[in-house]
């Protein structure tokens, strides 16, 4: 198995070297050749088996010969121990037809650990066979940084620096970043949005001197090893409401385009997906560009929903790959068109090709807050405001087709935003037993401006100590 990149200038890798590299050096992200299928009879056998099980017969085609069987067996099961539900992303009936699929069981209470504990393991185990160290730097609007400390906090080959935006996080989110005392840990606040957090991030990758001294890898869904392991619950779910006999559509609240992208590689892979609906916040950047044609930026408004606050959709560009029948030049022309000119239309054949798979909606503050409130009432479940905005726009979705099952992605606990849930609902959710003294906990962090040499001297001196 090969991956090569959207931009169709770098070198193809193997798994282990795209995991380890990150973004590509062309600036583009890596994608697998081609994809794995999994035959009706395969799908079928899932049914029963564990997480854990399903999680390994999904990903081993993609894996190659960076893990044998028995080790990344192994490496799965660490990864999922420490979860904090059995069935680790347990579906729940929310009305007849629609389902949530909980992704908020993990340590930091989001659907980022699903990934970050899998790659947390898999960063381990290749660099101690290749007696490395890295500089992992993430950016995060606030939940992948959280999940990133988690996983490779402590970890003597491994240093992780975390990029947020100041001020645009929720305060559970900052502390879970900003109070982990491991020495290995750097929490950057940065004056600006998630945008520019990750924008700094691409360009360090693009900063080769940089990138290669500290040798630089990242966490972010830019890596594939990211999105794969978030393929895995579109499987576990489907199959669990009657897949490959019956087709079911997923609903993701979205902001980078990791999650979402996850679902079309299942759907790729021969999961019977009808619609993966894109749901977005008041940020409805992608919503209107499936509805125009054209991906226009018009500036980030802080929401109540502050993980979804984002415009350079990062993965979009993966799945423009698909829809430009991967000419890697096209790519690289429209992401040069966003940058200098803020915008970038989409050709008819490439929206066509999008619009096979892709639905769209969005919520705004309001609605959010109400289907908080509504479905506490109706369903008795509190949803947090990202999974909010997922189920007003799966609910909408839902009733466009209604024979097909729709599955909403829960993609966070409601006790991570607890102003905006008790704000909507009345109701404070606490914080589960291990994370009680998180605001009494210190806190150590440090102000960094929206520059890059500055940013890349503050990470130089901090893993030269
Ligand atoms: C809670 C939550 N929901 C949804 C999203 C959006 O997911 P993605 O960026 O993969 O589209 C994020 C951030 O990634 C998030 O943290
Ligand atoms: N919402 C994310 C943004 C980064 O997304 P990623 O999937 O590319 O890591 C966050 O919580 O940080």
């Excluded at 939940?143 to 490779?152: Q, R, V």
């Excluded at 890697?328 to 803020?342: S, V």
Aim: aromatic share 8%.
């Amino acid at each position: 198995m090969r991956y090569i990149s959207t931009r169709g200038q770098a070198p193809a890798l193997t798994f282990e070297e795209a995991m380890l590299s990150g973004l590509a050096r062309d600036g583009g992200l890596y994608v697998p050749e081609t994809i794995p299928q999994m035959s009706p009879a395969e799908i079928k056998a899932l049914h029963g088996l564990s997480y854990e099980e399903t999680a390994f017969r999904v990903m081993r085609p993609f894996v190659g010969e960076t893990f044998d069987d028995a080790t990344l067996r192994d490496l799965i099961a660490k990864a999922y121990a420490g979860f904090g539900h059995e069935a680790r992303a347990p579906l729940k009936q929310l009305a007849p037809g629609h389902f949530l699929l909980e992704l908020f069981h993990g340590p930091t209470l989001a659907f980022k650990d699903f990934a970050m504990q899998l790659i947390g393991q898999f960063f381990q185990e290749a660099l101690k066979r290749r007696g490395e160290r890295v500089t992992i730097v993430g950016a995060t609007s606030g939940d992948t940084g959280s999940a990133a400390i988690e996983a490779f906090k402590g970890l003597d080959n491994v240093d992780v620096v975390i990029l947020f935006p100041h001020g645009r996080v929720s305060e559970v989110q900052r502390r879970q970043m900003t109070t982990p005392d491991e020495a290995n840990v750097h929490a950057l606040a940065l004056d600006g949005d998630f945008d520019d957090c990750q924008a700094r991030l691409k360009d360090m990758f693009n900063h080769f001197d940089f990138r290669d001294e500290v040798r630089l890898a990242g966490v972010n869904s830019i890596n594939w090893a990211r999105v794969l392991a978030q393929v895995v619950y579109y499987f576990s779910a489907a199959v669990s409401l009657g897949a490959p006999e019956r087709k079911v559509s997923f609903t993701v609240p979205t902001g980078n385009f990791g999650d979402i992208f996850a679902g079309f590689i299942a759907k790729q892979m021969g999961l019977p997906i009808h619609r993966l609906v894109i749901a977005t916040n008041q940020n409805d950047i992608l919503h209107r560009c499936m509805e125009t044609a054209e991906y226009r930026k018009n500036g980030v408004k802080p929401s109540i929903s502050p993980s979804m606050d984002i415009e350079v959709s990062s993965n979009f560009e993966r799945a423009l790959f698909w829809a430009h029948d991967k000419d890697g030049a096209a790519i690289a022309k429209l992401m040069t068109e966003l940058q200098t000119e803020g915008s970038f239309a989409i050709s008819p054949n490439a929206m066509g090709a999008l619009a096979e798979h892709y639905d769209s909606g969005r919520a705004d503050e309001a609605t959010t807050s109400e289907t908080i409130a509504a479905t506490l009432t109706s369903a008795g479940e509190l949803l947090c405001p990202h999974s909010a905005v997922g189920v007003h726009v799966g609910t909408e979705a839902a009733a466009k087709a209604p024979e097909t099952p729709m599955i909403t992605l829960a993609t966070a606990h409601p006790a991570k935003f607890p102003d905006a849930v008790e704000a909507a609902s009345g109701i404070r959710p606490p914080l589960p037993n291990r994370m009680a003294d998180l605001y009494e906990r210190s806190e150590r962090v440090t102000r960094v401006a929206n520059d890059l040499s500055a940013i890349e001297s503050l990470i130089k001196e901090r893993i030269a100590r």
